[in-house]
């Protein structure tokens, strides 16, 4: 089997994927990568046509190119969300979709925390980082006030599965207060952090640091919007590490700028990278950072690894990991 078995990568953020070609070459496997970001459809198409796995990272898997592959059994969301992904289109025609929600858990949960750090202490905060004001021969704290102590403060986590639930461990030894809202909060995880869950205006309303880490979907696209926000406290920051399309940017801007909450650290847009013309690019309330919450050399690795004993498993039979759509499994059974 693993003579005709072909892999190929659509897009990759990684410098190369030498280590990737070397490990498939040893199992025989045939390997193809690309960058097809940007690129039309139907070059797309072309080049996974005959492929056993396809493996994406920010290509759009619609079913259009879902319909045209000839052998493709499973795909493989390089990352923690799939919302790219025609998921439907997918299971229509028995494909496997699995992705990697366990490599950077910590990573994000750190990065959320450390923005809200960040909101809280403004060591860096809109434009201005203190190391070079001091190296200017300025000594002044003027630039941060108000600031209001972050203990005994409220911070509200929206979604609270892997990476939310670390965020509410990780803040526990701060001194903050916790609330959650998950409407599909699993039981384990609130039993074992004893969560009762509020509703998302009550979190908007109680809250002076909102933390967003749920999936983008129907549900949860622009859960941030015009209402919510104007639930928030004038003092209240947001902090977005999920992905972009759970907040309107464009009701955020003016919140913003109207000072109808304080602040908001984004890691993550609709379209990255953003346009220069992006509402909160330049505004003095806002901290960005370039979707980088996943990041670091171990999580880089560990996603590498993981993609690999994904294919593998399947070469060798097993089954899948994490699937998305394991009803596709039974259904072959
Ligand atoms: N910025 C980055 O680099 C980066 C990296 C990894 C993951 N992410 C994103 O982080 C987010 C969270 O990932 P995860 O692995 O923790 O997901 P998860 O599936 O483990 O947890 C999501 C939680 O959200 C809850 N939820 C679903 N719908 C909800 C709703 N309408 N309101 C409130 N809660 C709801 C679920 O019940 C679940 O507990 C995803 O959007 C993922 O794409 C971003």
């Known amino acids: 089997m693993a003579g005709e078995f072909k892999v190929v990568v659509t897009d990759y953020i990684e410098a190369d994927l030498d280590w990737e070609r070397e490990q498939l070459a040893k199992r025989g496997v045939g390997f193809e990568c690309y960058q097809l970001k940007q690129a039309p459809e139907e070059e797309v198409m072309r080049l996974t046509a005959d492929a056993d796995v ?82 200017r021969g300025e000594w002044d704290f003027k630039p941060i006030v108000p600031m209001f102590r972050m203990a005994g403060s409220t911070v509200g986590i929206i979604g609270c599965g892997r990476i939310g639930s670390l965020v509410y461990r990780k803040m526990s030894a701060t001194g903050v207060k916790l609330m959650v809202c998950d409407p599909y909060l699993s039981e384990r995880t609130r039993e074992e952090l004893n969560i009762e869950p509020v509703s998302l205006e009550e979190l908007c309303k109680s809250s002076d640091l909102v933390t967003l880490h749920t999936p983008l979907n129907d549900e949860t696209r622009g859960i941030i919007n015009a209402k919510s926000l104007s639930w928030m406290k004038p003092t209240a920051y947001l902090v977005n590490t999920s992905r972009g399309g759970m907040v309107d940017h464009d009701a955020l801007a003016d919140a913003l700028k109207s000072r109808s909450i304080a602040g908001a650290a984004i890691d993550v847009f609709e379209k990255e990278p ?32 993981k993609i690999l004993e994904d294919i593998f498993r399947m070469i060798d039979g097993l089954s899948p990991r994490i699937p998305v759509n394991p009803e596709v499994l039974r259904a072959s059974k």
Not at 88 to 115: F, W
Not at 297 to 304: C, F, H, N, P, S
């Open 54 to 135: 396809v493996v994406v990272n920010m290509v759009k898997v619609t079913p259009r190119l879902v319909d045209s592959w000839t052998k493709c059994r499973m795909v493989i969301r390089h990352g923690a969300g799939y919302d790219n992904v025609n998921v439907q289109a997918l299971t229509d025609r028995g494909i496997v979709l699995e992705y990697i929600p366990d490599y950077c858990q910590h990573e994000v949960a750190e990065h959320a925390i450390a923005l809200m750090f960040a909101c809280c202490r403004k060591v860096v905060w809109g434009r201005g980082v203190f190391d070079d004001s001091v190296a």
């Open 274 to 305: 953003p346009n220069s013309d992006f509402p909160l690019i330049g505004l003095d309330n806002v901290i960005i950072t370039p979707h980088l919450s996943w990041y670091s050399k171990d999580a880089e690795q560990t996603i590498r690894e």
